[in-house]
């Protein structure tokens, strides 16, 4: 049986959660997860899915959190997208953008641009255009 999702949700940590909301509030509708269900304690947005379990993105506060060597990548269908989120992300505050760019070392047709959220947290917007398909 093919699977239909592959990932359930993301917990990341953060060291300022007022800081993390100001700043996952606008990246993350924009990446399609739309409805903000944030509470006191955390930052969850869910992409829409109505009734049925859908794919969310939640961070939540510990103040002594140092960000470390991993990489969360969200997917874009087309560079168009990747061009037009990686001007959303320099705009809110993303630190160290590299990118847009294709990235040949990864594979022929990646497109993407990295980033640091305002914890130093690692992120990615990539598209593929030409896929690895496993065989």
Not at 21 to 46: E, V
Request: with cysteine; charged share 30%.
């Amino acid at each position: 049986m093919k699977k239909t999702r592959y990932l359930d949700h993301i917990d990341l940590r953060v060291s300022d959660l007022k800081r993390a909301h100001k700043f996952y509030g606008k990246l993350l509708p924009a990446l399609g997860f739309s409805c903000d269900r944030s509470s006191g304690r955390w930052g969850i947005f869910y992409a829409a899915g109505g009734d049925k379990p859908d794919a969310f993105f939640g961070f939540t506060q510990d103040r002594r959190h140092q960000p470390n060597g991993t990489r969360l990548a969200f997917w874009a269908e087309t560079r168009e997208e990747v061009d037009r989120l990686a001007r959303l992300v320099r705009k809110i505050g993303g630190k160290c953008l590299e990118g847009p760019d294709v990235c040949r070392a990864y594979s022929r047709g990646y497109y993407a641009c990295f980033f640091e959220d305002p914890d130093g947290n690692k992120l990615e917007i990539c598209c593929r255009e030409s896929p690895i398909i496993p065989s």
